[in-house]
């Protein structure tokens, strides 16, 4: 088992929809907690981060860590087609070396 | 100009040649890290140093070996590449603390 799970996709949503990205961790030394953007031939860019456990928002962009269930989620309100990209949750305890996800492939059709 | 850099973006080569992948940053940090990313298995870390003098062996260093020639340089060898190096390939630099890493463009490899 993989230290972070995260569900590959692609999840194909329409124009406005709430998204709901989502990423399983087994170790318990994370404290923090990145979603990474990609956009296709790119290299990744930081979203968001978040340290410990709770709520982060950033305009239509809203994370949360809950680390009792070892489980965090990215939510976009008002998805756009510019949205599109793989979104890849990343944690990194007491190592200076994050973990990622594998990413899950968005796709916000007009 | 972009903060991390990396050349070649596109390599075709044999089975056998071997090849090096360059970074550049111009963030001042002393971290640099390199990945490969292939469909379904996401970004794997190959190799990362922490300044000058330190080099680490990542999840899947096998087949790899790097150089840091300077605290914004740092390259990525294959000695002999195979067919299942293909791959891309990212260079990321962070500072100590490490959450936020800052990636190059990447080099898309393909070794026929």
């Known amino acids: 088992q993989k230290e972070v799970e995260q569900d590959p996709g692609p999840l194909s949503v329409p124009e406005g929809a709430i998204v709901s990205l989502n990423c399983t961790y087994s170790?318990?030394?994370?404290?923090?907690f990145m979603w990474y953007r990609q956009y296709s031939r790119k290299g990744p860019e930081l979203l968001m981060y978040t340290y410990s456990s709770g709520n982060k928002e950033d305009g239509r962009f809203t994370a949360q860590v809950d680390k009792s269930s070892k489980y965090i989620s990215l939510f976009i309100r008002d998805s756009q087609p510019s949205d599109s990209a793989t979104y890849l949750c990343a944690m990194k305890g007491g190592s200076y070396i994050p973990t990622f996800g594998r990413g899950t492939s968005l796709i916000v059709h007009p | 100009d972009a903060d991390v850099t990396q050349t070649p973006r596109n390599r075709i080569t044999k089975t056998g040649k071997r090849i090096m992948l360059e970074c550049s940053q111009t963030k001042g940090h002393d971290r640099m890290y390199w990945y490969r990313q292939d469909p379904g298995l996401g970004l794997r870390l190959i190799y990362y140093?922490?300044?000058?003098?330190?080099?680490n062996k990542g999840e899947i260093s096998d087949g790899y070996s790097v150089s840091r020639q300077a605290q914004a340089k740092f390259s990525l060898s294959l000695e002999s590449a195979i067919p299942n190096q293909t791959a891309l390939y990212f260079c990321?630099?962070?500072?100590?603390?490490?959450?936020?890493?800052?990636f190059g463009p990447g080099t898309r490899l393909t070794v026929t």
């Open positions: 140093s922490f300044d000058v003098k330190d080099i």
């Open positions: 990321a630099t962070s500072d100590y603390q490490g959450y936020e890493q800052y």
């Open positions: 170790n318990s030394a994370f404290q923090y």
